[in-house]
């Protein structure tokens, strides 16, 4: 008897893990209600879309289904029994236009979005609640969720300046986003390192700003030079094709062109944009190529630059330079529809400007206190044509330096000082603290590959709040979201991406969609058991505490 017992006890215990595993969704949803039943799913199933505009939704979770189970799903038009049935714009009293209500029983599945996004939104749960081992019979719990998020601006960035990334692999990272209900893809395509961005009317921006000679061997200051080119930039038709693809996941991708300073790649190419076109450019002798050792001797003047951290041959805020970055931001407003243009702003050294005999006659011309204000009238400028293009300025936080830009949204990266700052005057904010949501810091205190440096475990990351205590009511309002950051200095190839990513931003994701009071990061660790079987189902690479 007491065997039999003990028996039953175990397979109570059994059966409970297995359900609970069922239903660690992330982010976590504002309501999960758990029925009685489940509901399985085969190749016979049916996936019922009335609407055409759900179907990029229903394209996404058969890809899915087809790639990680090797089977897809018959999508008709007409209700089907014990089917899965999407479709928008019919639910959801009292949720946002992108929240969603999930349920599921013996009858099958319905998603209701209160749009298109929400739907697919509601398609990205029903996919957590997939089981995280291979099989041809899916079975999930009963539930009813109902589900909106917390931040309207839910964003993550790929630096490819530094690296450049195939475009097989900017696909792949917009799917992981998908997947995470991330929809802004900050794209960070220019850099002192690297040009990767076709600028028709400046083909040298991609024949010489797009390579570079050699790369910094190990952690600044390095060993030496690799003498390897690395080299790539994204053809206008690719990045059409990226951002169709992003569209299709109701993810808007923001580009970024850096101006005035991390822009060696483009005086590279162009010289006259630097304020001393005929100095050369500057890389120490113990980390220069010999490759651009031997073009200096022969007469080259401007290299694009083969080591990291911050460079003083910034822009030359002239006429030409206007020019140049005018044309430049009318080819990329043409390929991004996004409202957004990011034009970086951050950690432009004044020195070039201190000695250059133009800029300080500019200043005093203009009626400039001083190089920090001549920041400010370039930014400044250059927000006018933006607007008159009808697209809205984001830049770091640097561009509060001297004066903000009046229309300007202010990404937050030095802390939070300048988001709070521009919050209390009623700007627009997105949280990016590097102490919190830089991504390519170690995740070990034994690092385990060479990184920038800092320590960001998973739980700070999760611990983060982005609405900052400083703010009230009506200040946390200019609060849009927060983002996450990959910057690729010692971030070479795909896979080090995905472990730079993982599990990071999962906890990223419920930090920026699930509601204050939500949150529960004993709750957390325990939803992402499931989620590390799931990155190996999805053939991903990540870190993971070794116990």
């Not at 990404?411 to 991504?439: C, D, F, Q």
């Not at 730079?500 to 009071?517: C, I, N, Y």
Request: net charge neutral; hydrophobic share 35%.
């Amino acid at each position: 008897m007491l065997k039999s017992f003990s028996f039953f006890c175990a397979f109570v215990l059994y059966c409970s893990s297995v359900f609970a595993q069922q239903i660690n969704i992330i982010p976590q949803p504002l309501s999960v209600t758990e029925k009685t039943g489940n509901f399985t799913i085969t190749s016979s199933t049916r996936l019922v879309v009335k609407d055409k505009k759900d179907n990029a939704t229903a394209s996404f979770l058969n890809a899915y289904l087809l790639e990680h189970y090797g089977f897809k799903l018959i999508q008709v038009t007409t209700d089907a029994a014990k089917s899965i049935t999407i479709s928008s714009g019919q639910q959801g009293e009292g949720l946002k236009a992108s929240g969603y209500q999930l349920q599921s029983g013996m009858d099958g599945v319905h998603i209701k979005g209160n749009s298109a996004v929400g739907s697919f939104y509601g398609m990205q749960t029903l996919i957590q609640l997939l089981p995280t081992e291979k099989s041809t019979a899916l079975i999930i719990p009963a539930l009813l969720v109902e589900d909106q998020p917390r931040f309207a601006y839910r964003g993550a960035m790929l630096d490819v300046g530094r690296h450049f990334f195939p475009i097989s692999f900017v696909k792949k990272y917009i799917d992981y986003l998908a997947l995470h209900k991330i929809n802004y893809f900050h794209w960070h395509l220019t850099e002192d390192q690297g040009w990767r961005i076709e600028i028709k009317k400046y083909p040298n921006l991609t024949k010489v700003g797009s390579r570079r000679n050699g790369t910094l061997i190990g952690r600044y200051p390095g060993k030496g030079n690799d003498n390897t080119m690395d080299e790539g930039f994204y053809t206008q038709e690719q990045i059409k094709e990226i951002v169709k693809y992003a569209t299709e996941r109701f993810i808007t991708v923001i580009p970024e062109i850096e101006m005035p300073g991390h822009s060696g790649a483009a005086i590279a190419a162009y010289p006259l944009l630097s304020c001393f076109p005929e100095k050369n450019t500057d890389i120490p002798a113990t980390m220069i190529s010999e490759k651009s050792k031997l073009e200096l001797a022969s007469g080259r003047v401007k290299l694009v630059q083969e080591t990291w951290g911050v460079h003083t041959d910034v822009f030359a805020p002239t006429e030409y330079t206007f020019k140049f970055l005018e044309d430049v931001l009318d080819e990329v407003i043409a390929l991004f529809p996004s409202k957004y243009i990011h034009i970086g702003g951050d950690e432009c050294p004044k020195d070039a400007w201190k000695k250059s005999e133009f800029c300080q006659q500019l200043i005093k011309y203009k009626g400039l206190k001083d190089e920090h204000g001549l920041q400010s009238y370039f930014i400044q400028r250059m927000e006018q044509y933006i607007n008159k293009k009808g697209r809205t300025l984001i830049g770091w936080d640097e561009i509060l330096e001297g004066g903000l830009a009046p229309n300007a949204i202010v990404m937050s990266w030095r802390g939070e000082a300048g988001g709070i700052a521009a919050a209390k005057e009623n700007h627009k904010v997105i949280m990016t603290p590097g102490s919190h949501v830089y991504l390519d810091n170690a995740q070990t205190k034994n690092r385990d590959s060479v990184t920038i440096g800092g320590f960001l475990p998973i739980e700070k990351v999760y611990s983060y709040e982005p609405v900052p205590k400083e703010l009230n009511e009506q200040q946390a309002a200019f609060v849009l979201g927060a983002q996450g950051n990959l910057w690729t200095e010692y971030v070479a190839n795909p896979s080090k991406a995905e472990y730079q990513l993982f599990p990071r931003l999962s906890a990223l994701s419920e930090v920026l969609w699930s509601s204050k009071e939500n949150k529960n990061w004993p709750a957390f660790q325990v939803k992402m058991i499931s989620q590390y079987n799931r990155y190996k189902i999805w053939g991903a690479n990540y870190f993971e505490e070794k116990k």
